[in-house]
T-cell receptor
Framework: EIVLTQSPATLSLSPGQRATLSCGAG???????LAWYQQKPGLAPRLLIY???NRATGIPGRFSGSGSGTDFTLTISRLEPEDFAVYYC?????????FGGGTKVEIK | QVLLVQSGAEVKKPGASVTVSCKAS????????INWVRQASGQGLEWMGW????????GYAQKFQGRVTITRNTSESTVYMELSGLRSDDTAVYYC???????????????WGQGTTITVSS
């Protein structure tokens, strides 16, 4: 299975700052089938980015995804108060589907 | 509005089985895969398996092979996930999530149910 490693585990930032989250894959992710999700306490994950760089419907433009092969990045250009949450990467190109361990973006 | 609505929380004893339902609305039920993902408290997301509601075909993560069964009732637009031989480490929130269109085979999980808490305790 494809192991996804997210870094850092925790990112402490202030509103208005830029957040850069990384996701590394143990093998090439087929067709860049890589998604990012946001999860807040007590809620289900919410799809932000799919196919590595496409924003899902209704997702603000401050969220962007990039990368290919084994290295992927989620960037939040300017953090809003509602962006403090846990973020997961997910590959769906190869079965079994796998998720990264998550990056918590917390208020500094 | 696309919605997945799951059944309510359950408490089960070790060794028992549990079935969680996931009712879809707002789209053509047989056109999209349904996946199951679980999350233990404070932990990450773990994929369990998928179903093609059109064909009834399923696939399971190796970890759950032999313990998990995914079925559907197309007339009710509902998918069911049964987990047997429950252990304490099966205590988690279980989510259903809509996958890709069945013709495309690959796609993200774009709509999620609200989650069902399953507690396994003697």
């Amino acid at each position: 299975e494809i192991v996804l490693t997210q870094s850092p585990a925790t990112l402490s930032l202030s509103p208005g700052q830029r957040a850069t989250l990384s996701c590394g894959a143990g093998q090439t992710v087929r067709s860049n089938c890589l998604a990012w999700y946001q999860q807040k306490p007590g809620l289900a994950p919410r799809l932000l980015i799919y196919d590595a760089s496409n924003r899902a419907t209704g997702i603000p433009g401050r969220f962007s995804g990039s990368g290919s092969g084994t290295d992927f990045t989620l960037t939040i250009s300017r953090l809003e108060p509602e962006d403090f949450a846990v973020y997961y990467c997910h590959q769906y190109g190869t079965s079994p589907l796998t998720f990264g361990g998550g990056t918590k973006v917390e208020i500094k | 509005q696309v919605l997945l609505v799951q059944s309510g929380a359950e408490v089960k004893k070790p060794g028992a089985s549990v079935t969680v339902s996931c009712k879809a609305s707002g789209y053509t039920f047989t056109s999209y895969e349904i996946n199951w993902v679980r999350q233990a408290s404070g932990q990450g997301l773990e994929w369990m398996g998928w179903m093609n509601p059109y064909t009834g075909n399923t696939g399971y993560a190796q970890k759950f092979q032999g313990r998990v069964t995914i079925t559907r009732n197309t007339s009710e637009s509902t998918v069911y996930m049964e987990l047997s031989g429950l252990r304490s480490d099966d205590t988690a929130v279980y989510y259903c999530a809509r996958g890709p269109e069945v013709l495309f085979l690959k796609g993200p999980l774009d709509v999620w149910g609200q989650g069902t808490t399953i507690t396994v305790s003697s």
